[in-house]
């Protein structure tokens, strides 16, 4: 892939293209998507390989073993090797997980395959965002990362929609065909428009390098405070959307997968909330914005446990969900590359596998919760969740350095 840099005109006024920002978070949202695609899909993956209500969150959960993979294996590789030629071998080996998922004759197949997927499409993702945060300059690095971070919240979010749509036209394994197509194209483009970043290689060696983030997650204070915030509140958030379809899809609903799917729609205002949490945490509003979105997050759960009475309850849950909850990831992510410019891909890594552990966790709670105990029961475990979050934010407040938690 390219390594040509930055056009002196953009470095000189300390800002990067809106077109090259825009390209930042369409192919970040192009690629966290394949994470999420299984999530509305879940009942007919069950039908097709027989596999229980209850157990059939182990799609997700070793989905995000993939994710946890990636984080601890391949993207610190961003710091130190030619990101180009990196972001070109995930992307073709992206493309073949895809294919695999697809064409899965059988359940561990299609497990073998989400799992690659998950490593690969959160590898591409994360480097991504690191790319962005290396590319940009200081003072508008939560901008640029928040940018980035909008589109994974757009790819998150439409995701569901998109596949849930597909799967009603082709059945669900068209989605991942579909997927496939869409990287083979994002290929080229990526190679001949994204520029070199400012940031000089790390000369660690690859063991040492992985040695390095066991040193940031052990002596990082600002990383270990937001990484426990990220775990707590992706773990209320996939509980969430992993558990949504079976309700959803049953009487009285009895909602296709496209309608279903349609509900991410809602939350795509999760995208414009994660812009502006950026321009927050650019002016040290960062903790003040984390505390009113940590509140808020906690009282989503009040209308998402209303969905027995009408539907306009869960939209208006979604929203605030999803708006909080993307808030605080791009928050999190603009106070811990504060520091450490040469290490944004290690920080990046250690702080989504925060994220990782609570996906998987929230995934496999939510359906084995639901089958227990109903919606109900799902909405109190997220509710329960969601405010030990804000409690532990209220604990730390002390203890976060100045330069990430001023606000």
């Not at 130190?80 to 998922?101: E, M, S, Y």
């Amino acid at each position: 892939m390219s390594d040509k840099l930055l056009d002196p005109p953009c470095a000189a006024l300390g800002r990067l293209p809106a077109a090259l920002v825009l390209l930042l978070a369409a192919a970040s949202a192009f690629s966290v998507a394949n994470v999420y695609y299984a999530q509305p899909l879940l009942d007919a993956i069950a039908r097709d390989f027989s596999i229980s209500l209850a157990a059939v969150g182990m799609v997700i959960a070793v989905t995000q073993l993939g994710c946890a993979l990636a984080l601890l294996l391949v993207v610190p590789l961003g710091d130190r090797l030619n990101r180009h030629r990196l972001l070109a071998g995930q992307l073709l080996g992206l493309i073949a997980a895809l294919l695999l998922v697809g064409w899965a004759p059988s359940a561990p197949w299609l497990l073998v395959g989400m799992m690659l997927v998950g490593l690969l499409g959160t590898a591409m993702t994360q480097g991504l965002i690191a790319f962005a945060a290396a590319l940009a300059p200081p003072q508008e690095r939560g901008r640029v990362v928040g940018a980035a971070q909008g589109g994974v919240v757009l790819g998150l979010l439409l995701a569901r929609t998109l596949s849930g749509a597909l799967a009603d036209v082709g059945g669900w394994r068209t989605v991942y065909f579909f997927s496939a197509g869409v990287t083979l194209v994002l290929l080229p483009i990526l190679s001949r428009l994204l520029p070199a970043p400012r940031t000089v290689p790390s000369t660690l060696s690859y063991p040492a390098l992985l040695g390095s983030m066991l040193s940031l997650l052990l002596h990082d204070r600002t990383l270990q405070i937001r990484g426990m915030l990220a775990l707590l509140m992706f773990g209320a958030f996939s509980l969430f959307w992993s558990s949504l379809v079976l309700p959803l899809s049953r009487p009285p609903f009895n909602f296709t997968h496209a309608a279903v799917g349609a509900f991410g729609l809602v939350g795509a205002v999760g995208a414009l909330a994660a812009v502006r949490a950026g321009h927050l945490a650019d002016r040290g509003l960062g903790q003040t914005a984390s505390g009113a979105c940590l509140l808020l997050l906690t009282l989503a759960w009040l209308p998402l446990g209303l969905l027995g009475s009408g539907l306009v309850w869960l939209v208006a849950g979604i929203v605030l969900l999803d708006l909080a909850g993307q808030a605080i990831h791009v928050l999190n992510q603009s106070m811990i590359f504060s520091a450490h410019p040469q290490s944004h891909s290690r920080l990046v890594a250690c702080y989504m596998l925060f994220y990782a552990v609570g996906s998987g966790l929230g995934a496999f709670a939510g359906t084995h919760v639901y089958a227990w105990a109903g919606w109900s029961g799902v909405c109190w475990l997220g509710a329960g969740v969601s405010l030990s979050a804000l409690l532990f934010w209220r604990l730390t407040l002390r203890g976060m350095p100045d330069a990430a938690g001023k606000g």
